[in-house]
């Protein structure tokens, strides 16, 4: 099942459709790290990995529309200043040079300014949203992969790097039975016929030409 999020875009009237299935997933199982084990744990790590993508998806794609927001309800205020502000005072009979306090209130009462500055706050409503959700799908990823212990090494997060021995577990090596209660000769003996044979050459070292 598909869920979706309808949240303001840049421009007024409409809406940019988001999509939370894998979001809303990886918040639904949250609950499952209290029994989670190494067998479940690393597809539970991928389910929080997958609505973690998506909600720096969207968080980047809102980050750009509340620029463009600002930016109108920036212009707009522009206009207001160069062209409203003037007009206004000239109306109501206030001579002199505009202060500050007159300015700001002719901005606060402009009706289109009010809606493209809500636009842009409602915009970045939904984009902390999305980052407070990351924070805490972060932190279910953090605490599930502590099942691993230190064991598991996570420290080298490039892909293809080369990893230095102290990177994994090292395990014992493991005598094959019955290897210890052989005599000492029929070790070393046995150790012997493991050993590839010696290379023949007829190159003695510094004394004249190979014989072929």
């Known amino acids: 099942m598909t869920v979706k999020i309808d949240v303001p875009s840049s421009v007024l009237g409409q809406t940019i459709t988001l999509n939370m299935t894998e979001i809303t997933s990886a918040e639904g199982r949250f609950d499952e790290i209290a029994t989670v084990n190494t067998h479940k744990a690393p597809e539970l790590m991928s389910c929080f990995v997958r609505g973690y993508a998506w909600c720096v998806e969207h968080a980047t794609n809102l980050t750009a529309e509340a620029v463009k927001a600002e930016t109108a309800a920036n212009f707009r ?21 505009s202060n500050a306090d007159y300015r700001d209130a002719i901005i606060a009462m402009d009706k289109q300014h ?16 999305f980052k407070g959700k990351m924070k805490t799908i972060e932190l279910a990823y953090m605490a599930v992969r502590k099942v691993f212990g230190s064991s598991f090494d ?6 293809g790097s080369n990893h230095s021995p102290s990177s994994y577990t090292e395990f014992p ?11 000492l ?14 290379i023949q050459s007829s190159i003695r070292a510094g004394f004249g030409k190979a014989k072929y």
């Open 77 to 97: 205020k522009a206009e207001i200043i160069l062209e409203e502000v003037p007009r206004i005072l000239l109306e109501k009979g206030i001579s002199g040079k």
């Open 114 to 129: 009010i809606i493209l500055k809500e636009q842009f706050h409602h915009i970045e409503m939904y984009r902390d949203m």
């Open 154 to 159: 996570f420290s080298n997060r490039n892909l």
């Open 173 to 183: 090596a493991q005598d094959i039975k019955g290897v210890k209660d052989l005599p």
């Open 185 to 198: 000769e029929v070790r070393e003996q046995n150790r012997a016929a493991e050993l590839p044979p010696p």
